[in-house]
């Protein structure tokens, strides 16, 4: 009886501790899931075959992960570990074998870091924008490769570095 007692007090103070945990997981958890919930798409052709695929990232404390969805239907993780939570994920072909590469800006000390889907990754550049500045990579020579474009709002200017090398502003206002 008194064993019973006991036990029923210790499921009760589990319990308790359950509903805390769960209550605190609420405050704790569901943000994080729903930023999640937008990880953004980020559609890319990572295999090669001309064929867009799906695909997105979703940032963690401990690196980001990418997924890629290919248009054959094989789901793939092609990264774990890797960007950090305030990075801003700017894929493209950055070194122009056809396969789209996971890379990221980091606005704070304007580096573009590539992790190419053949292998291997790269600092591409640093320094090269800022806090506020829209990332908008892409093949501004037409060589095959993307370059790092950085656009900023507050004087309407375009600025390219080029994978090749080399760097130009492209339009100012
Ligand atoms: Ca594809
Ligand atoms: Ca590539
Ligand atoms: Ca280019």
Do not use: C
């Not at 094989?74 to 056809?98: C, F, I, K, M, S």
């Amino acid at each position: 009886m008194g064993s019973d007692r006991r036990s029923s007090s210790v499921r009760a103070t589990s319990i308790a501790l359950i509903a805390l945990l769960a209550a605190l997981a609420s405050l704790v958890v569901l943000p994080a899931t729903a930023a999640h919930a937008t990880a953004p798409a980020r559609v890319g052709d990572y295999d090669g075959d001309g064929r867009t695929d799906p695909a997105y990232y979703r940032p963690g404390p401990n690196g980001g992960t990418w997924r890629v969805g290919y248009t054959g239907g094989t789901q793939v993780t092609l990264r774990t570990g890797w960007g950090e939570l305030r990075d801003e994920v700017v894929p493209g072909d950055y070194n122009g074998d056809a396969l789209t590469d996971i890379a990221v800006f980091r606005p704070w000390d304007g580096s573009w870091s590539v992790a190419y889907t053949g292998g291997g990754t790269a600092v591409l550049k640093t320094n090269w924008g800022i806090q506020g500045d829209l990332p908008v990579p892409g093949d501004y020579n037409g060589d095959g490769r993307d370059d790092m474009m950085v656009f900023r709002a507050s004087d309407g200017s375009w600025s390219v570095a080029y994978s090749s090398g080399g760097t130009a502003v492209l339009k100012n206002n």
